[in-house]
């Protein structure tokens, strides 16, 4: 069966900093990948989606990146991170554009 | 451009009480339409997905019903217990579109 792997689960991190987050899926090959984020009191935003290794859509401008090293990992990174990228961030994958859509437990980043 | 809305946003009711939710969405031109639940904190579970040639979808205590040419599906859930408090995300993949578009979800709470 097919399963999602996020990490790490909670993240607090200072202004300027870094960011890495990592999210892997197992069980299928050439998945669709996508990172999405949740702010409070907001519906869940679609950042990035991937359709293949080195194939990366941004659907909102922003302080983030995405990368696929391989099929079945996706990376979102930021080089200097901002107040306002604080959220839940979620990866979610599917077999192909329009089907069914499986996520992963979630990041939730904190900038302080 | 789609927009998915679901009301209510908050419900409370005594356990074993039978209940709706409901989820509309602006453009009726959808592959699919997918319900998830989110517990506090943690990432999405899917529900049901009704493809868009579908009426209904069924899954133990809940049935999901679609309604494309009008916008709109509703979630049925039979018998509520404590258990099945939790937040219940609606979304749709547009045709014109690559990923899900979510509504901001109803919170929902059975008391025992």
Same mark, same amino acid.
């Given at each position: 069966?097919?399963t999602i792997?996020?990490w790490?689960?909670?993240?607090?991190?200072?202004?300027?900093s870094?960011?890495?987050l990592?999210c892997?899926?197992?069980?299928?090959?050439?998945?669709n990948?996508?990172?999405?984020?949740?702010?409070?009191?907001?519906?869940?935003?679609?950042?990035?989606?991937?359709?293949?290794?080195?194939?990366?859509s941004?659907?909102?401008?922003?302080?983030?990146?995405a990368?696929?090293?391989?099929?079945?990992?996706?990376i979102l990174?930021?080089?200097?991170?901002?107040?306002?990228?604080?959220?839940?961030?979620?990866?979610?994958?599917?077999?192909?554009?329009?089907?069914?859509?499986?996520?992963?437990?979630?990041?939730?980043?904190?900038?302080? | 451009?789609?927009?998915?809305t679901?009301?209510?946003?908050?419900l409370s009711v005594?356990?074993?009480? +039978?209940?709706? #939710?409901?989820? &509309?969405?602006t453009? $009726?031109?959808? @592959?699919?339409?997918?319900?998830?639940?989110q *517990?506090?904190?943690?990432?999405?579970?899917?529900?049901l997905?009704?493809?868009?040639?579908?009426?209904?979808?069924?899954?133990?205590?809940? +049935?999901?019903? #679609?309604?494309? &040419?009008?916008?709109r $599906?509703?979630? @049925?859930?039979?018998?509520?217990q404590?258990g *099945?408090?939790?937040?219940?995300?609606?979304a749709?993949?547009?045709?014109?579109?690559?990923a899900?578009?979510?509504?901001?979800?109803?919170?929902?709470?059975?008391?025992?």
């Amino acid at each position: 069966s097919q399963t999602i792997h996020q990490w790490p689960a909670t993240l607090v991190q200072p202004v300027g900093s870094p960011l890495s987050l990592e999210c892997t899926v197992e069980g299928t090959s050439n998945p669709n990948l996508y990172w999405y984020r949740q702010a409070a009191g907001r519906g869940l935003q679609l950042l990035f989606y991937s359709v293949g290794i080195g194939q990366i859509s941004s659907e909102v401008p922003q302080n983030l990146s995405a990368s696929r090293p391989q099929d079945r990992q996706f990376i979102l990174s930021s080089k200097k991170l901002l107040l306002s990228d604080s959220g839940f961030y979620l990866c979610a994958w599917s077999v192909k554009e329009n089907t069914e859509a499986f996520f992963g437990q979630g990041t939730r980043l904190t900038v302080v | 451009k789609q927009e998915v809305t679901q009301i209510p946003a908050a419900l409370s009711v005594p356990e074993g009480e +039978n209940l709706v #939710l409901n989820c &509309s969405f602006t453009d $009726s031109a959808i @592959y699919n339409l997918q319900w998830f639940r989110q *517990d506090p904190g943690k990432g999405l579970t899917s529900l049901l997905l009704i493809q868009s040639s579908q009426r209904e979808q069924t899954s133990g205590r809940l +049935n999901a019903s #679609l309604d494309k &040419s009008s916008g709109r $599906s509703t979630l @049925y859930i039979a018998a509520s217990q404590p258990g *099945d408090s939790a937040t219940y995300l609606c979304a749709v993949n547009n045709q014109a579109g690559t990923a899900l578009i979510f509504g901001k979800g109803t919170t929902l709470s059975v008391s025992s």
